[in-house]
C-alpha cells in the first residue's frame, strides 16, 4: 500500500479547520464588563455565620448575666479591677506622678472612677477632667454630660482640647475622649504595685 502523504496532511488540515468555528458569539464568550465586576466585589453579603453570631445575641446576654450574678464584688476584687483598667489605660509612673486614666468609652471612664471611689479614700476635690473634643462637638452640652456622668463638678475640668474630626470617620456617639486625673503619686503607685503582684501570679 502506497501513502500520499499530500492528500494525508490535505485531509487532516481540512479536518482542523472543521472543528474551528469561523464567526465567534460575542454574547457567548464575552468578557464581564469590569463596571459590573466592581459592583460585585463591593457587596458585602452577609455570610451564615454572621446570621447565627447575630442571632445569638439573647444568649450571649444571657450568659454574661450568669457570670456578673456569680461575681462577688468585694473591696479586694474591686482594687484589683481597678489596677487592671489602669494597666491597660493609665499613664505609669515615670512617665507620670499622677492617675491619668483615658478613655472615649463612656462606661468605662464610669465604671473606673467609681471603682477608685469605692477602694482608696480619695479627696473629691483633686479630681481634675480633660476632654478632647472635636470641633463639630457643643461644647457645653458635652462638659455638662460628662459632669453629669461622673458626679465631677464643671469647675474642676481643665480647658478641653479641640480637634478637627477625622474625615474618614464619623461616629455620632462620639462624645470626645476624657482623662480623669488624680494628683496623688503614692496612690498611682499602689495601683501599679497591684498590677504587677496579679502578673506574677497569673
Known sequence: MIFNINEISKKIRKKR??????KTDKATHA???LSISEKKSK????TKIFEIVKSAKNKRKSIAKIVVNRYKLNKTSAKILLALLYWSNGSKYPASNFIAFSNSDANLVKTFINLLRSTFPI???KIRIHL????????NKTIRYWSNLLKVPKIQFY???ITKPPKKISRSDYLGTCTIRYYSLDLLLTIMEIYEEMANII
Do not use: F, G, V, Y
Open 31 to 33: 468578557l464581564p464588563s
Open 17 to 22: 479547520k472543521a472543528k474551528i468555528p469561523e
Open 132 to 139: 478632647q473634643l472635636h470641633k463639630t462637638h457643643n461644647i
Open 43 to 46: 457587596k458585602k453579603p452577609e
Open 123 to 125: 479627696r473629691e476635690s
Open 159 to 161: 480647658k478641653p482640647t
